[in-house]
Nanobody, 120 residues
Framework: QVELVESGGGSVLAGGSLRLSCVAS????????MGWFRQPPGKQREGVAE??????????ADSVKGRFTISKVNTKNTVTVYLQMNSLKPDDTAMYYC???????????WGQGTQVTVSS
């Protein structure tokens, strides 16, 4: 059983920063691909950033490249994945979700989401 718990969302002014955290627990989370996705109001969910189990591969969407960074830290029993978000824009307003899966084509575990609101 894999459990994902996100935190770190909030309301900021444009140009500000937030760091989202996702604590993942489960028997295979240390080898799982993990990603951050977001769903803006009235729009479809989109991928933001992904990282491989070993952390050697990362992907960042063009819309956030140069502003967002994904990283992960493994502990004995958990994995924490971070999304550092800088130079935030109103278009970044969305519910942000953490996900985990055996590969990047199969994210089958999702967190409950954390809201990010950026005002101008």
């Amino acid at each position: 059983q894999v459990e994902l718990v996100e935190s770190g969302g909030g309301s900021v002014l444009a140009g500000g920063s937030l760091r989202l955290s996702c604590v993942a627990s489960g028997i295979w989370t240390k080898t799982a691909y993990m990603g951050w996705f977001r769903q803006p109001p009235g729009k479809q969910r989109e991928g933001v950033a992904e990282i491989s189990g070993g952390g050697g591969w990362t992907y960042v969407a063009d819309s956030v490249k140069g502003r967002f960074t994904i990283s992960k830290v493994n502990t004995k029993n958990t994995v924490t994945v971070y999304l550092q978000m800088n130079s935030l824009k109103p278009d970044d307003t969305a519910m942000y979700y953490c996900a985990a899966g055996p590969n990047r084509s199969n994210y089958n575990y999702w967190g409950q989401g954390t809201q990010v609101t950026v005002s101008s």
